[in-house]
T-cell receptor, first 113, second 113 residues
Framework: EADIYQTPRYLVIGTGKKITLECSQT?????MYWYQQDPGMELHLIHY???????EKGDLSSESTVSRIRTEHFPLTLESARPSHTSQYLC????????????FGSGTRLTVV | QKEVEQNSGPLSVPEGAIASLNCTYS??????FFWYRQYSGKSPELIMS????GDKEDGRFTAQLNKASQYVSLLIRDSQPSDSATYLC?????????????FGKGTKLSVIP
């Protein structure tokens, strides 16, 4: 079944650690997106990709980086985690054309202590 | 003016009533409109999409679109406590802009038993 997967679901990590949040999809979509969302707050686009070797920064400035080496995989990396990075990170996939919205993964709730 | 505006709420309705959620958008080139439901701590889930003026019904949900007034709404009939969530309006432009959705901040709905 076509789907989008995020791991881990929850992560508690110490300040200064390097972390990678995984996002994979089996939907065959070229378009993938990373959003950051604090509890009760709006979605903020932090990165997006329209295909392999294509990545762009979103509307919200973020210290994270992304890569897109394979169509199905779009990991997000924080080189040195800080408490200000504590948030929920949501990955989504989409397709070109009028009829397509986004499909979101389950999210990763990150806590930096 | 924000591109997609929603009343932040919270909107409280009694169980069994009709809940009406509203959204306005600024870009007349917008062609597709989506409603997402997001439970607290969870990721957004697509519940309705609409592309043409008029009404679109799916079970207890009705989406209404008026492109001349740049207005889209979601009606929930026979509201249930399980409908309590934040509802996000999302808009997609035509052409190259169709690669991305623009989200509103969301309206929090509480259905009171």
């Amino acid at each position: 079944e076509a789907d989008i997967y995020q791991t881990p679901r929850y992560l508690v990590i110490g300040t200064g650690k390097k972390i990678t949040l995984e996002c994979s999809q089996t939907m065959g979509h070229d378009k993938m997106y990373w959003y950051q969302q604090d509890p009760g707050m709006e979605l903020h686009l932090i990165h997006y990709s329209y295909g392999v070797n294509s990545t762009e920064k979103g509307d919200l400035s973020s210290e994270s980086t992304v890569s897109r080496i394979r169509t199905e995989h779009f990991p997000l990396t924080l080189e040195s985690a800080r408490p200000s990075h504590t948030s929920q990170y949501l990955c989504a996939t989409g397709d070109w054309g009028q009829n397509y919205g986004y499909t979101f993964g389950s999210g990763t709730r990150l806590t930096v202590v | 003016q924000k591109e997609v505006e929603q009343n932040s709420g919270p909107l409280s309705v009694p169980e069994g009533a009709i809940a009406s959620l509203n959204c306005t958008y600024s870009d007349r080139g917008s062609q597709s409109f989506f409603w997402y439901r997001q439970y607290s701590g969870k990721s957004p889930e697509l519940i309705m999409s609409i592309y043409s003026n008029g009404d679109k019904e799916d079970g207890r949900f009705t989406a209404q679109l008026n492109k001349a007034s740049q207005y889209v709404s979601l009606l929930i009939r026979d509201s249930q406590p399980s409908d309590s969530a934040t509802y996000l309006c999302a808009v997609k432009r035509s052409g190259a802009g169709s690669y991305q959705l623009t989200f509103g901040k969301g309206t929090k709905l509480s259905v009171i038993p």
